[in-house]
């Protein structure tokens, strides 16, 4: 059974920087490319990062050159590496896999940046 578990979410004020992580189990997580998405209240959830197989990683651009995404093929994680946060980053952020035509998702952790 797919299963992805994030963490590492909280309250941060503006400037600050936060970490989150997704830990995926029941598949093979160095073969997929692995992703990010984030829904703040009363919006559509949206694409943030994601990043490949063979590490190339891809942005939305109003996160370009803040947020960073990695994986650890041997830990099954991926990362979500946060700087420079802005109170519009508020959201729940979600990890999502893609396997065929079956979409994945993990349970979510919030993010506030407020002061």
């Known amino acids: 059974q797919v299963q992805l578990v994030e963490s590492g979410g909280g309250l941060v004020q503006p400037g600050g920087s936060l970490r989150v992580s997704c830990v995926l189990s029941?598949?093979?997580?160095?073969?997929?490319?692995m992703g990010w998405y984030r829904q703040a209240p009363g919006k559509q959830r949206d694409w943030v990062a994601h990043i490949t197989r063979d590490d190339y990683s891809y942005y939305t651009d109003s996160v370009k050159g803040r947020f960073t995404i990695s994986r650890d093929n041997a830990k099954n994680t991926v990362y979500l590496q946060m700087n420079s946060l802005k109170p519009e980053d508020t959201a729940v952020y979600y990890c999502?896999?893609?396997?065929?035509?079956?979409?994945?998702w993990g349970q979510g952790t919030q993010v506030t940046v407020s002061s």
């Open positions: 029941g598949t093979i997580f160095s073969i997929y490319t």
């Open positions: 999502h896999l893609q396997i065929g035509t079956n979409d994945y």
